[in-house]
Nanobody
Framework: QVQLVESGGGLVQPGGSLRVSCEVSGFTLDYHVIGWFRQRPGKEREGVAC????????LYADSVKGRFTISRDNAKNTVYLQMNSLKPEDAAVYYC??????????????????WGRGTQVTVSS
């Protein structure tokens, strides 16, 4: 059974850092694309970053380039999103998702097959 479980969300001050994790089960990371998405109140879910575990290639949304870093630990079957220089507008529920069929690098949410339940990130002083 495929599962993705996010953790590590919380409250952080503007300018601070936070790392969220996505532990997957039911498949291995080695051959798939994992993406991070976020949904702010009243907004559509948007792609933040994704990583291809076959070659470590990454893709970022323009809004987070240079501040967020996606990485993976295949031994732990976990994908991380390191978020630095956080802004109030980064506050959202963060979701990870797996694209298990085609290996396509994309930030389009409809291309992803499996989703976690999300973890809340709050950026506030």
């Amino acid at each position: 059974q495929v599962q993705l479980v996010e953790s590590g969300g919380g409250l952080v001050q503007p300018g601070g850092s936070l790392r969220v994790s996505c532990e997957v089960s039911g498949f291995t990371l080695d051959y798939h694309v994992i993406g991070w998405f976020r949904q702010r109140p009243g907004k559509e879910r948007e792609g933040v970053a994704c990583i291809n575990s076959m070659d470590d290639s990454t893709l970022y949304a323009d809004s987070v380039k240079g501040r967020f870093t996606i990485s993976r630990d295949n031994a732990k079957n976990t994908v991380y999103l390191q978020m630095n220089s956080l802004k109030p507008e980064d506050a959202a529920v963060y979701y990870c998702a797996g694209e298990l069929l085609t290996g396509t690098m994309t930030l389009e949410r409809w291309k992803y097959d499996y989703w976690g339940r999300g973890t809340q990130v709050t950026v506030s002083s």
